[in-house]
């Protein structure tokens, strides 16, 4: 993409927006109110507002390779902790896709460098799940499924923080798990049980 195009891009999207609404960029400016946090990959293919519809100001986005939400990361930690104690989301959406290069990369046997810790929480799932998984012949299937697996994984992640658990007494707030099917442009919603998974693992993990 030549970056000079970028800014005429810019300014053509400047115009559509004022034409449409002339206080569009002042009301933007006044802050924001978004009832939804995305957590998803930072593949290039996955653009997500134009994806879900949303508008700006309407999604709370945070991405990252292969969508991990691991309570090591203080980015992701402060990410969920902003957008559910001072913007006070309803939903937070863990939204993974189908042909990861991250999950990909995750499965292949070589050293991969300063990669190599952060894909392991990806081979951690793997393992928990690896009785499943082998038993899948075809090598595309086993990946799908170690995607949504994989996004199961990072949702059990978000539950087990103490803002989560809070947010979840006090109003009720929500979690869901998605993929995003390139081939398609579906999303899929893996219909991830929050509830259960929230009672499955208070006894260990009740933080607040």
């Known amino acids: 993409m030549n970056i000079k195009k970028i800014f005429k891009n810019n300014e ?7 034409e449409k609404d002339k206080n569009f960029f002042k009301d933007l400016s006044k802050g924001q109110n978004p009832e939804v946090l995305y957590i998803g990959c930072s593949d290039s ?5 134009e994806m879900m ?4 100001g309407e999604v709370f986005i945070h991405r990252n390779i292969a969508n991990m939400v691991p309570n090591t990361d203080l980015s992701a930690m402060s990410v969920i902790n902003y957008a559910v104690c001072h913007l006070k989301v309803k939903h937070i959406v863990v939204c993974g896709h189908y042909y990861c ?4 990369s ?3 046997s070589k050293d991969l460098g300063i990669l190599n810790p952060w894909l392991r929480n990806i081979r951690d799932v793997y393992r928990l799940y690896r009785h499943e998984l082998d038993l899948i012949e075809d090598e595309e299937e086993r990946y799908k499924r170690l995607v949504e ?4 994984e990072q949702c059990m992640n978000v539950v087990k923080t103490a803002d989560v658990q809070q947010a979840f007494r006090e109003r009720q707030i929500k979690v869901h798990g998605w993929v995003f099917d390139i081939h ?12 259960k998974m ?4 208070m006894k260990i993990y009740h933080l607040s």
Do not use: C, H, Y
Not at 184 to 195: A, Q, T
């Open 53 to 56: 519809g949303a508008e700006p």
């Open 45 to 49: 293919r996955v653009s997500t507002e």
């Open 184 to 195: 398609s442009g579906r999303l899929i919603d893996l219909k991830v049980d929050f509830n």
């Open 12 to 18: 053509d999207w400047i115009s559509e927006r004022i």
């Open 198 to 201: 929230l009672k499955d693992i």
């Open 149 to 152: 697996l994989n996004v199961i």
């Open 101 to 104: 290069g991250g999950v990909k």
């Open 106 to 108: 995750a499965m292949q």
